[in-house]
T-cell receptor, first 113, second 116 residues
Framework: GIQVEQSPPDLILQEGANSTLRCNFS?????LQWFHQNPWGQLINLFY???GTKQNGRLSATTVATERYSLLYISSSQTTDSGVYFC???????????????FGQGTILTVHP | GAVVSQHPSWVICKSGTSVKIECRSL??????MFWYRQFPKQSLMLMAT?????????EQGVEKDKFLINHASLTLSTLTVTSAHPEDSSFYIC????????????FGDGTRLSIL
């Protein structure tokens, strides 16, 4: 069935380290977003990236739509980067639920000082 | 940028009470809005798609009589949890995007619902 899989499920880093989070999806998509959920539950939109590469400060993301995966890079991690990172996609076969996002299970990132 | 406002942020109420949650798009119009639910340490699961001027579309397993959705205008959708029970306690979050393809979804800050 239609799936979004994220890896790793958990990641523990020392401050200053770099990391790569991965999102695999099972079918073609027309939207892919990366979010950071903070401890209060707010979803912070990091990237809207159905294809290509984008960078924003220490964060960058790449989506290779033809190979059905996306990567989120975090460089020089800080303790404030801790939280849950979600990948969410909108599959092309949206049917009546046009626009709905399907979320992966998330990666829990913990950055220690 | 596009902003989605959700209210209230926290609700604590007694079992049997009905609770209404509002989701507003502040600077754009949205013919479609989405309601998600998130249980502790889990991902977000879509509950229903709210359609302006017509009935909502519910995901499989979501009780439409328990979770009433009204999308009366292009900037407001409401979710009413009727006769809430402790098992309805959860984090509810809405999203919307400006009309048209190629637009990202923007999320409200969520509502934490606790039923005693």
């Amino acid at each position: 069935g239609i799936q979004v899989e994220q890896s790793p499920p958990d990641l523990i880093l020392q401050e200053g380290a770099n990391s790569t989070l991965r999102c695999n999806f099972s079918d073609s998509v027309n939207n892919l977003q990366w979010f950071h959920q903070n401890p209060w539950g707010q979803l912070i939109n990091l990237f809207y990236i159905p294809s290509g590469t984008k960078q924003n400060g220490r964060l960058s993301a790449t989506t290779v739509a033809t190979e059905r995966y996306s990567l989120l890079y975090i460089s020089s991690s800080q303790t404030t980067d801790s939280g849950v990172y979600f990948c969410a996609v909108r599959f092309n076969a949206g049917g009546t639920s046009y626009g709905k996002l399907t979320f992966g299970q998330g990666t829990i990132l913990t950055v220690h000082p | 940028g596009a902003v989605v406002s959700q209210h209230p942020s926290w609700v604590i109420c007694k079992s049997g009470t009905s609770v209404k949650i509002e989701c507003r798009s502040l600077d754009f119009q949205a013919t479609t809005m989405f309601w998600y639910r998130q249980f502790p340490k889990q991902s977000l699961m879509l509950m229903a798609t709210s359609n302006e001027g017509s009935k909502a579309t519910y995901e499989q397993g979501v009780e439409k009589d328990k979770f009433l959705i009204n999308h009366a205008s292009l900037t407001l959708s409401t979710l009413t949890v009727t006769s809430a029970h402790p098992e309805d306690s959860s984090f509810y979050i809405c999203s919307a995007s400006p009309t048209g393809r190629g637009q990202p979804q923007h999320f409200g800050d969520g509502t934490r619902l606790s039923i005693l």
